[in-house]
């Protein structure tokens, strides 16, 4: 493989990255909205929730690129293939990790619910200091295999033209028919991200760990 | 007649079982006791070799099991098959987790006979009927052991065990695992085994029930048996501290 | 905006495409579940080279995106002599990726089964095979069924994939007609909740076996 090839190559997994990270951010702020929603007292909000996560996982992130891609432009919005390509990312990525959150706040166990409540905690602090942490703790693994599936998701937004890692191998493919190496080097890529970000979420929760979080000795 | 001599077993660098002597008479009741981790229950697994040993021999009726000595002193172990075949002539219960799930009790019992001593169907199913009538649970024959107390199943690993018409019963801490209520029910099937005058060896923290229907009852400690007699010498005049010690502890 | 009796119109198409998803679906699963086992048992049996090699696979597909497989053999099994239809190619792409998790699956609901029965299995003379066909492989299967299912709704949706590589199943055929007519949503709302039927569907049928088949 020539060297203009590769820096191609890895200029694209750049772009796979940050749009991965986009995502993940902009996700995890919607996610955690509407992991507030799932907890709401009213009913409609309650159903929204269900209804959302029903929708987005019940349909091939594909489908929900395309729709979005083709509403884009009749709904009058101008936007590049980047920033549609994150919309849709965002709008996936909120509903795996609005689950993640939903499922970390239900694996804390009842006595600590009761304890807090038994000692008059106020709603605020309550987040911040006891539930917050808590599904911190229960929730990161999942969390982390949410920002791995991120990334590999990305590759999916090159059928709507955003340029990134797949389309750019797909792209030197089509000129120069070097099938093998183009894709060896992109899955390398590829997992050296994922397993990245695999191991800064594996050392993140060794840090959480050792200060005695849900009950572990420190 | 069970004889073991010598036998030797060390877990990584822990010594588990240093030299342990035994003898058990056919017929005999035997009960193991002493505190955990002393080295009872890898004694019990070591003579059915679900557990390998390091050094020492185990004879069933005068033959050696599970290593031969080849020519040269060199001792070598008896192949898989033959593992097989003599592991027939003991039957063991283990404390919890028996009884295979996706089975109903009835083929839990005649799994054993059918596939390993290529009875028939027909026979295996009569064989197990009987077998789980004598333990009292003929209504239960479907049953699958989710729906069986811990009593019902263990009863049923018995029935299992028996059905392989073994010359030897290894129990190992049957009804440790039980709610108190349930530990009767477990006991009786056991004391019904008695006039049968099948050798039993069984790891017990129930002391009451082994002076009960022990003959003799042996004290393992730090890997050997400390100290060895009926129930009435053991129990009542110890002479090794720290079985007064346990002892103490057990009231 | 809206036009309502697109289903009326244009049905005969999307259930052409609807039944290549679904067989496809269908092939590709089954595939996957035979080459899981397969890796399971190398696991099992294959001593430490065999369980790394199996690590390895499992680690290199897992930390991919599925496009990658489908891209390689696509394009590359007719430069090696091997010039398949685009849906067979895709569709062992999909066996290759799934099979991997499939193993995991797999190796999760062995671990799962007490040691104790395989004693006990010892302790009443089975040889390894009997032990395998009577007491591991019917409990690592019902054990399995709920994450099979998760599994097999996963590889559903990535059917989708396979118009990439322009084959006609129900996101190709949305994208066709949208091409043709224009009419950009109903095309690909119509698409969606054929999805989501299929995939409710495949969710249930796996409650319903997972039911069945359990012992309790």
């Known amino acids: 493989m020539n060297t203009p090839t590769l820096t191609l190559l890895l200029q694209a997994a750049g772009v796979s990255l940050l749009l991965a990270l986009a995502a993940i951010a902009a996700g995890t702020v919607a996610a955690a909205l509407l992991t507030a929603l799932a907890f709401s007292r009213l009913r409609p909000l309650r159903f929204f929730y269900r209804l959302y996560v029903y929708v987005v996982r019940g349909t091939p992130l594909l489908v929900l690129a395309l729709l979005i891609f083709y509403a884009l432009p009749a709904l009058d919005l101008r936007a590049g293939p980047y920033l549609a390509g994150v919309l849709v990312l965002t709008v996936y990525v909120a509903a795996l990790f609005a689950e993640v959150f939903r499922g970390g706040v239900l694996a804390i166990p009842r006595p600590q619910w009761e304890s807090a409540k038994s000692l008059g905690v106020p ?94 000795r420190v | 007649m069970i004889e073991i001599r010598g036998l030797t077993k060390s877990f990584g660098e822990t010594r588990v079982l240093r030299g342990v002597d035994l003898q058990v008479d056919d017929g005999e009741v035997l009960a193991l006791i002493g505190r955990s981790g002393c080295g009872k229950t890898t004694l019990l697994r070591c003579i059915n070799f679900l557990e390998d040993y390091d050094a020492g021999e185990i004879l069933l009726d005068g033959q050696p099991l599970w290593y031969r000595s080849g020519g040269g002193g060199q001792r070598h ?9 003599l592991r027939q002539q003991m039957g063991v219960v283990f404390q ?21 001593q290529r009875v028939s169907a027909a026979e295996a199913e009569e064989l197990g009927r009987r077998l789980l009538a004598r333990v009292g649970l003929a209504d239960k024959v479907a049953a699958y052991p989710a729906q069986l107390s811990g009593g019902q199943q263990q009863r049923v690993a018995i029935a299992r065990a028996l059905a392989m018409r073994p010359k030897v019963l290894l129990l190992d801490e049957i009804t440790s695992a039980l709610d108190p209520e349930l530990v009767g029910e477990v006991e009786d099937v056991i004391r019904s085994l008695l006039p049968e005058r099948i050798m039993m060896i069984l790891v017990t923290h129930a002391i009451g029930f082994a002076r009960e229907i022990a003959h003799r009852i042996a004290y393992v400690a730090d890997g050997t048996i400390a100290e060895i007699g009926s129930p009435a010498q053991l129990l009542e005049q110890p002479r090794d501290p720290t079985l007064k010690d346990f002892l103490r502890r057990m009231r | 905006m809206l036009q309502l009796n697109w289903f009326r119109t244009y049905g005969a198409t999307y259930l052409d495409a609807l039944g290549w998803t679904a067989v496809t679906a269908l092939a590709a699963s089954a595939g996957a579940l ?9 696991r099992l049996t294959g001593g430490r080279w065999g369980a790394r090699g199996v690590d390895a696979y499992v680690q290199a597909f897992r930390n991919t995106p599925v496009l990658l497989p489908i891209y390689l053999i696509y394009f590359g099994f007719p430069l090696i002599g091997l010039p398949w239809p685009a849906v067979v190619c895709g569709g062992l792409a999909l066996v290759l990726q799934n099979g991997a998790y499939i193993s995991e699956i797999l190796r999760g609901s062995y671990q799962a089964i007490d040691r ?18 009577k007491i591991t492989l019917p409990q690592v299967l019902v054990y399995s069924i709920p994450s099979l299912g998760n599994q097999v709704v996963l590889l559903l949706k990535d059917t989708s994939l396979l118009s990439a590589i322009s084959v006609t199943e129900l ?21 969606a909740a054929l999805y989501l039927v299929l995939v409710s569907g495949t969710e249930v049928f796996f409650r319903v076996a997972h039911r069945t088949v359990r012992w309790r």
């Open chain 3, 34 to 42: 035979v080459w899981g086992c397969a890796l399971f048992l190398l």
């Open chain 2, 77 to 85: 172990r008896v192949s898989d098959a033959e593992a097989r075949r």
């Open chain 1, 123 to 216: 709603p605020g602090p309550l987040l911040r200091k006891i539930v917050g942490p808590l599904v911190l703790r229960y929730a990161l693994p999942p969390y982390v295999n949410v920002c791995v599936m991120t990334v590999k998701a990305t590759s999916v937004l090159s059928i709507i033209s955003v340029w990134e890692l797949t389309l750019a191998s797909r792209e030197i493919i089509e000129r120069t028919l070097a099938v093998f190496t183009v894709l060896s080097v992109a899955g390398v890529l590829y997992f050296i991200m994922c397993l990245g970000i695999d191991r800064i979420g594996r050392r993140l929760e060794r840090r959480l760990a050792l200060r005695g979080f849900a009950g572990e």
């Open chain 2, 96 to 116: 919890q987790y028996n009884l295979f799930p996706h089975m109903t009790a009835l083929e839990n019992v005649c799994l054993g006979p059918r596939h390993s």
């Open chain 3, 116 to 133: 104790v029965q395989f004693d006990a299995a010892k302790s009443i003379g089975l040889g390894p095979w009997h032990t395998f066909r």
């Open chain 3, 171 to 191: 996101t190709m055929q949305a994208k066709l007609l949208t091409e043709q007519t224009g009419a950009a949503y109903e095309a690909f709302i119509v698409v």
